[in-house]
């Protein structure tokens, strides 16, 4: 009975969950812009003062646009006059065809029965590009959501449920990538998260999923993000050709490695209860959040047990996983302490020493840190970088297991109360296969102001692409053939940094930044706010006497 109260709760509220396109309105378009959206494969539809029409065999000549006139399909009529400029609504149902559409409008008639268009671009008035709204969806599925999980859970639900509302416009934004299928954009991540200063710079290496193995182009945009202002250095993107069975994967460092026999860990063991291992078996969105009692160094960890084959030096470790929602909010709340004076602070640490910075945030154990038992106790081997919580990703590290006596290794990963999310975690002993690396270089980088980027972003150095507002750059890449008896893979490199533009007011909180001069005062932050919301929740749910 239970159970068939709660389908038909879902069923009638599945029609709360509403997508959202934006129209991106400008008073003009230029040549190279339309050359631009002719290569997305867009669909143009022209708007006459007296009648509307699709637009085929589209071609710019100069200034003035060139094609023929054709009556519009059905599929085509839904989305002729938006409401707005930012949020308008659409049907999943209709999600290729309406994203895919340009709008041209003129003042100028179009006389019946003529089919042939040659008008100058000036003459367009208005111009509408759709995208898909990313921010208002989502914000509308959650509070969809709200509805739903509000009426057949409690306290803990309630608390997720509000961190994500919570989230929306603040989490860890960064450059964000979107992957272009034949003018339908996909998202699929953000680059080198927490670089929120030029003294935080570093290079970043996204894996690009689902591209065919005979693609002979690939095509993305890297897009500001809402609030923020992005500074790019480089951007290429690289080739790996292997054999058919095995997956690539770069580290954190840029270095390329191959593996195809991952182990389960024997187990996964947490607050000295092993008890998480199913958690981490697949890639399932079951995450393990850090949430456990702080250890012996004031930290959540977790500590996973993995066979160790007879003569083996060397292991990769893979995991999967993104930072939290909770983790956005947390860094939203740190800066908040600064009030006016955060502009000043952010100024100073322009100037910083990167190593210190580094320092700091691996003291505060913001990157997921990692470590192996030896005889004489815990040794550091490296830390997975932040990488937001706008995506999960796959990620890398290799392990030296050379001085470790036995049949097996542990492996601890250790990080801030509740700051990382982890879906999976494997270990992998076999080596590395031959691989062949081909750099490639962009036949194409267009600002969203129609200026080609392809020099400043071939190199890392003092030159940068800037974005703000809602700019955009696209890339497109010529792709070689793979070598025989290969499959391709595919990772967009690039580097820079970004800076949060929220407006930060009121005073400075001098005494709760002294805190986090302190090794791990951030788990210690985390923990107290995560205390107060859940006596909010309580009392938000009656739970808690008065």
């Known amino acids: 009975m239970l159970y068939g109260c709660i389908l038909f709760i879902l069923l009638s509220l599945s029609s709360c969950y509403l997508n959202y396109y934006t129209t991106n309105t400008r008073s ?25 029409y699709g637009l085929e065999n589209m071609y710019v000549e100069g200034d003035t646009l060139h094609g023929k006139l054709v009556g519009l399909t059905n599929e085509h009529l839904k989305y002729l006059h ?44 208005r111009s509408d590009v759709y995208e898909f709204n990313g921010a208002a969806t989502r914000k509308n599925h959650i509070l969809s959501t709200v509805g739903i999980v509000a009426t057949v859970v409690g306290i803990a639900s309630f608390i997720a449920v509000a961190i994500a509302i919570a989230s929306i416009g603040s989490g860890c934004n960064c450059p964000q990538v979107y992957l272009d299928n034949a003018g339908t954009y996909s998202f699929k991540g953000g680059l080198y998260s927490g670089a929120v200063y030029s003294t935080l710079e570093r290079m970043d290496y996204l894996p690009l999923k689902e591209i065919p193995a005979d693609a002979k182009s690939i095509s993305f945009k890297i897009s500001n993000a809402k609030n923020e202002e992005q500074f790019i250095n480089n951007v290429h993107l690289i080739q790996v050709n292997h054999l058919p069975g095995v997956t690539i994967l770069p580290d954190r460092h840029g270095n390329i490695f191959s593996y195809s026999s991952i182990a389960s860990p024997l187990s996964v063991s947490t607050d000295g209860k092993n008890n998480l291992k199913n958690a981490l078996m697949k890639t399932d969105q079951v995450y393990y959040s850090f949430n456990n009692r702080a250890n012996e160094n004031g930290l959540s960890d977790l500590v996973l047990t993995f066979n160790k084959p007879h003569n083996t030096d060397k292991a990769k470790l893979i995991i999967h996983g993104r930072n939290t929602y909770w983790g956005g909010l947390l860094h939203k709340e740190f800066i908040s302490y600064f009030g006016d004076g955060f502009e000043k602070w952010r100024e100073k640490q322009e100037k910083a020493d990167p190593k210190e910075l580094e320092k700091w945030q691996t003291d505060q154990a913001l990157p997921l840190m990692v470590y192996i038992k030896s005889s004489t106790g815990w040794k550091f081997v490296d830390y997975f970088p932040l990488i937001g919580n706008t995506a999960t990703r796959d990620m890398i590290m290799e392990i030296n297991t050379e001085r470790i006596k036995g049949d097996t290794i542990e492996l601890k ?34 600002a969203s102001d129609s200026t080609d980027e392809r020099t400043i972003l071939r190199s890392s150095d003092s030159q940068y692409a800037h974005l703000t507002g809602d700019e955009s750059i696209y890339f497109k890449y010529a792709v070689p053939v793979s070598a025989k008896n290969n499959i391709p893979s595919y990772f967009l490199v690039s580097g820079g ?30 923990r107290e706010k995560y205390q107060q919301t859940l006596e909010i929740a309580s009392i938000l749910n009656g739970t808690k006497k008065k």
């Open 28 to 52: 003009s378009i230029d040549a190279n812009t339309m050359t631009r959206l002719k290569s997305e494969n867009k669909y143009f539809i022209i708007h006459f003062f007296n009648s509307t």
């Open 413 to 446: 990963i250790e990080t801030a109360y509740r700051f990382w999310d982890l879906d999976f975690a494997g270990i992998d002993y076999s080596t590395n296969d031959n691989i062949i690396k081909t750099i490639i270089e962009p036949d194409k980088a267009i």
């Open 82 to 125: 938006p409401a707005t400029v930012e949020k308008n609504r659409y049907k999943r149902a209709d999600e290729a065809q309406a994203l895919m559409e340009v709008h041209l409008y003129t003042n100028a008639n179009n006389k019946q029965g003529d089919s042939i268009l040659a008008a100058s671009l000036s003459s367009f008035n």
């Open 497 to 526: 940094y970004y800076h949060n533009l929220e407006q930060i007011t009121g005073k400075t909180n001098f005494m709760e930044l002294y805190k986090f001069q302190k090794k791990g005062a951030f788990d210690k932050f985390s």
